[in-house]
């Protein structure tokens, strides 16, 4: 079997796309995936070398294609990964549906994201596509606000890369004192840059803490840069408290392991997730987190984090103050993380995917 995969964000800087890509790859190579597989840089040439340094394990059968597309005929099946189906394709299609935010909560997109997924959405059920989601909650909202039929429709989860893992704390506040010049404890928070995250309700939740609290921790913000113009260091210092955030920008991958373990409380008040990578990242390492109990969160940190409602600040503030200031629970937490992170993996996600795979061979095949 010939597999095509869009790798357009797995090799570049990777946002939460580019990890479920890297980590699909990986989980096929782990479990020898004997067909061959070629990587299409849909959005733009990759640097040369860069296949190489990204999957330095890579075996014969997986390569990167010379062109940017694939045609009809030269793989057996495309898994479109960034809501990009080439125009020229017309074999059996598997589309990847991170979340289906662009329809159900259209006020957190551009106008241009959202034409990009629709477009994308309409040509593949128009092909025929199967589609995988990442948890149950967003197989429901295809339903909800798709109209996609269920069978048509495979929950295969995310998981964390095996480098998030536990890490000794006073290690890592020595490690992140050093790369960032942040020798406070600190509360974190990762991800994009975008309205999404609910960054705004975090930094009035943190300037809501008692003084005397607030005083003895920093609130971290790492994340690249999002669309409609989050500035959450603008607004910091609206809330009076921007002496107290420390803003990191986007943070390499050998870095964030030992941020989030070296946090005293992980927050993710996130309005909407398909999945939520980072949280299930910050329960790889131990993170005592914070996290909404909203969408497909519950699913992925089960039990192992502190559950707040995103839209009210008071319940955020309070589940902030409750865990800053109780070690017995940051303890507990820091032990069921890992437990949790643990019922995911991304070779479990690779055998899930390569069986949605033959399955839609086997029914184009049928047809």
Known sequence: MRVGIDISK?????????????GL???????????EVVLYPLFEAAPEGRFEEV?????????????????????DLFHATTYSVPLRWEGPLVLALHDVTFVSHPHLHTLENRLHCLAGLARAACRGA????????????????????AERVDVVPDAADPGFRPIDQDLARRHVARRFGLDE??????GTLEPRKNLGALIAAFAALPEALRRTVRLAIAGGGGWLGVEPAEVARRAGIGDRVSILGRVADDDLP??????EVFAFPSLYEGFGLPALEALACGAPAVVSNVASLPEVVGEAAVPVDPNDPGSLRAALERVLGDAGLRARLRAAGPVQAARFSWR????????????????????
């Open 348 to 367: 479990r996600t690779a055998e899930e995917t390569a069986a949605v795979f033959r399955r839609h061979l086997a029914e184009a095949g049928a047809r």
């Open 130 to 149: 199967r589609f995988v989601v990442a948890s149950e909650n967003t197989r429901r909202e295809c339903e909800r606000h798709l109209d996609l039929p």
């Open 185 to 190: 404890p600190y509360v974190l928070a990762v």
């Open 10 to 22: 797995g090799l570049g800087s990777v946002d939460g796309i580019g990890r479920y890509i890297r």
């Open 25 to 35: 790859v990986r989980g096929l190579i782990e479990i020898g995936w004997d067909g």
């Open 55 to 75: 999957f330095p394990d890579a075996p014969a059968n997986f390569r990167l294609a010379a062109a940017r597309a694939p045609e009809s005929g030269v793989v």
């Open 258 to 263: 030992h941020l989030y373990a070296g946090a």
